[in-house]
């Protein structure tokens, strides 16, 4: 019998723990500033609502009707091993694992950050200069960071060994109201600093001119991929719900808003601290482990707020892995037939050792190359801009075509509360989404990048392209 969850409050914070991971802490507040402001807030999360709930609602469904992950639950659902659909399957586990690749680094990154600021942060350097310095230093260095991950492998592979209910639930029970209590707690902290009041006004005043086209572009794909749509990983934790019971939509709007919800809070540990101090936002890695560890050493306590702020980003992105590990080992499980610990061994080891690479090119493989990249750049390129959207714009489309509106809103809503797919869902269902995340790829392969002009005439075949596929599927 497949397992369950033993409560609605433990698939919610899983699933949670699930799409908040270390984009939320960095990414999203500096696109807000870099967009707008208060401006680009209010479209990210209008987005969130609009376009991330549906395509939530939609992937979790359909792992609840399939009962299964997402490479068998495909077959299961399309009745044939050759379907094209079930390229959604194939896909978003080959993204899982590609972002496995890289994830399991930046986990250990902080990981030897938190322990190191536990000792008072020696070592790390005092200006941006020589904290660059430092961490160029430590990640060419690949032994701690290959230790590290070995010891991040090891704890998901204990946590998902015990299966769903006693095992990534109970734990994301206790470390998803943990992160909650600290980010609230590095934020009182940070808007109390002497001058962090211009890192709030940056933050949060509206700048309508900095709105552009490519600014509600940026807010889509935030919201898209901070979400966690097209990972494979919502289907599979969707195909522990029961099948009657469970309340699809609102759980899939409780996730959304929390998500959405610890990115907007992040915002307000960031930028007081770094205005208080004076220092510039910096996009990406350098933002961690560079500005904020150079700022973490000149503020009064800052070995303490360090540690804190460490830890933070680690139960950020340990939650949001080890339930990635947990969709692999299930995945191994309905696909090939493995019992659960098996599987658990298979992908905890194979796990490790595509990490190694990736952890190799940030040091002494820096000269190996794909595309112009490094593995690490490759990986997180390749599954970030190409293979989520491109799972999320299949669900979308087979939504529409193979599974249709009236059959989706009725298996969707059985079991469902307050929030129910209802007509007002249909236009974004059917019109909206597949064109936005048709866009959202366009831009992930750089069409129409600087070029605006380009940019809408791509946008306009994609519209044109979708009404003519969508004469075929009136309903």
């Not at 680094?105 to 950050?113: G, K, S």
């Not at 809503?413 to 048709?438: H, Y």
Request: glycine share 12%; charged share 10%; proline share 4%.
């Amino acid at each position: 019998m497949r397992e369950r969850w033993s409560s609605r409050a433990g698939f919610i914070l899983t699933t949670a723990g699930f799409s908040v991971g270390l984009g939320n802490i960095w990414r999203f507040p500096y696109l807000a500033g870099e967009n707008g402001g208060g401006a680009f807030l209010v479209v990210y999360v209008a987005i969130a609502i609009l376009i991330g709930i549906p395509l939530m609602t939609a992937e979790l469904s359909l792992g609840r009707k399939s009962r299964l992950t997402p490479i068998a639950g495909m077959r299961k659902l399309t009745g044939s091993r050759r379907s094209p659909w079930n390229l959604i399957g194939w896909l978003g586990v080959a993204a899982a694992v590609l972002i496995t690749s890289f994830y399991v680094m930046l986990i250990a990154w902080l990981a030897a950050y938190f322990v190191m600021f536990l000792g008072g942060g020696g070592g790390l350097g005092q200006t941006p200069a020589e904290t660059r310095e430092a961490f160029d230093a430590f990640t060419a260095t690949p032994g701690p960071v290959v230790g590290y991950a070995a010891l991040i492998v090891l704890l998901m592979a204990l946590v998902v060994s015990r299966g769903v209910a006693r095992g990534i639930e109970r734990y994301a029970k206790v470390l998803m109201p943990l992160l909650v209590v600290l980010l609230a707690a590095l934020a009182v902290r940070a808007i109390t600093l002497p001058g962090a009041a211009a890192g709030l006004a940056w933050y949060l005043t509206p700048d309508l001119s900095a709105l552009t086209g490519s600014a509600v572009l940026a807010a889509l794909g935030q919201a898209f991929f901070s979400i966690g749509i097209g990972m494979a990983t919502a289907f599979g934790l969707g195909s522990y719900l029961d099948a009657r019971k469970s309340d699809v939509p609102g759980n899939a709007a409780m996730v959304v808003a929390f998500d959405t919800g610890i990115a907007v809070m992040a915002g307000f540990v960031l930028f007081p601290a770094l205005f208080a101090f004076g220092m510039d936002p910096d996009q990406g890695a350098g933002l961690l482990f560079v500005t904020m560890t150079s700022l973490f050493q000149q503020m009064p306590g800052g070995a303490v707020f360090g540690a804190a702020f460490f830890f933070l980003l680690l139960v950020a992105g340990f939650t949001s892995q080890v339930a990635v590990f947990e969709i692999l080992v299930a995945s191994a499980g309905d696909s090939l037939g493995m019992a659960r610990q098996r599987a658990v061994a298979l992908c905890g080891v194979l796990c490790f050792l595509i990490c190694i690479p990736v952890i190799l090119s940030e040091g002494i493989w820096a000269h190996v190359r794909i595309l112009g990249m490094d593995l690490f750049d490759f990986a997180n390129r390749v599954s970030g801009d190409y293979m989520i959207g491109a799972v999320g714009l299949l669900i979308s489309l087979y939504v529409v075509s193979t599974w249709g509106w009236t059959c989706f809103q009725e298996d969707t809503n059985r079991g469902a509360g307050r929030v129910r797919v209802s007509a007002a869902w249909r236009p974004l269902v059917r019109f909206i989404i597949p064109v936005a995340v048709a866009l959202v790829l366009l831009g992930g392969f750089g069409v129409g990048t600087g070029d605006p002009v380009l940019f809408l005439g791509c946008a306009g075949a994609v519209v044109v392209g979708y009404a003519f596929f969508l004469r075929r599927f009136p309903a």
